[in-house]
């Protein structure tokens, strides 16, 4: 026999399968375990103090309530209203928890996957050209500054053709996630174009950023994405500055950079503003 939940029911039931429902049903469980053992040992024992019942029941609700609001802030996509590097003021705080309260009562709401796919490249899972860009869009000026770098793999036409395309995209899936696991959360990375990949050091200056590439230019040697004529598979960059200026000047001279360390010899970062010295890796 089927049960008809009701439309409220089954949007409710949709809502809990999702990973804001399961964490809001985590997070009702693990606050409410301390009431549910009280209330367990008074139904036990006869013992039951149903002010201290009635003031548990109260706090845990409103324990609950605050450790979702939390969870919700954390996995909330969407930029905060304060991009400054000042504290939030207490109006803001306040504002900002009504619209977590607002978000949570009402109903949940599909993504277009669509417009996801757009900005992930299928291959690697980062995100792409279109999706790198859309991120940065959306820095505030206060956190429009840190370091572009252009990475390309070296020789990867020929790695293509003596290895297979097959391979050759198992070699780009592997360097996009030796990219995510040795950058930073703030970083933002992405598959540039081809065998290219571009990286965002945010608050970053170059020599922070050139000793990032170092250690994953290490790591690969160490532990080769692929091989090529029994070498490991390297890479070269180019590493430009950006103060909040123009954005695609600051990786258009990262892309130059980059052109610099091609031609100079491969396996090696060239810095925009360091003329033709090299930083090799």
């Not at 709401?109 to 900005?119: F, G, P, T, V, Y």
């Not at 500054?145 to 793999?153: H, L, N, Q, T």
């Not at 070296?154 to 995209?169: C, K, M, R, S, T």
């Not at 500055?241 to 610099?260: F, Q, S, T, V």
Request: neutral net charge; glycine residues 10%.
């Amino acid at each position: 026999m089927r049960i008809d939940l009701g439309h409220g029911a089954g949007r409710a039931v949709d809502w809990l399968r999702t990973l804001r429902g399961r964490l809001f049903a985590l997070c009702a469980l693990g606050v409410h375990l301390p009431l549910l053992t009280y209330s367990g040992w008074g139904v036990a024992t006869g013992r039951v103090a149903w002010a201290e019942f009635l003031i548990l029941t109260l706090a845990s609700l409103a324990g609950t309530g605050v450790v979702f609001l939390g969870l919700e802030a954390l996995l909330d996509l969407e930029r905060p209203d304060w991009g400054t590097e000042s504290p939030p003021t207490l109006t803001q705080m306040r504002d900002r928890l009504w619209r977590q309260v607002g978000r949570l009562l009402s109903p949940p709401q599909r993504h277009d996957e669509n417009s996801i796919l757009a900005l992930e490249d299928p291959l690697t899972g980062i995100a792409n050209r279109r999706g790198f860009l859309a991120q940065l869009d959306l820095l505030t000026p206060a956190r429009r500054r840190g370091c572009f770098a252009i990475i390309d793999i070296d020789h990867f036409q020929q790695v293509n053709i003596a290895l297979g395309h097959e391979a050759g995209d198992g070699i780009l899936r592997d360097f996009a996630t030796r990219l995510s696991a040795q950058t930073r959360r703030a970083d933002i990375i992405c598959r540039w174009d081809g065998a290219q990949f571009a990286i965002f050091y945010a608050d970053a200056i170059e020599d922070e950023a050139s000793w990032s590439l170092a250690r994953i230019a290490e790591r690969m040697r160490q532990e080769p994405v692929g091989e090529l004529v029994g070498q490991p598979i390297s890479f070269s960059a180019g590493l430009s500055r950006w103060r909040g200026g123009p954005m695609a000047a600051a990786i258009g001279k990262a892309d130059e950079a980059l052109r610099r360390a091609k031609k100079s010899g491969r396996d090696q970062v060239q810095r925009a503003d360091h003329g033709m010295q090299p930083a090799f890796l």
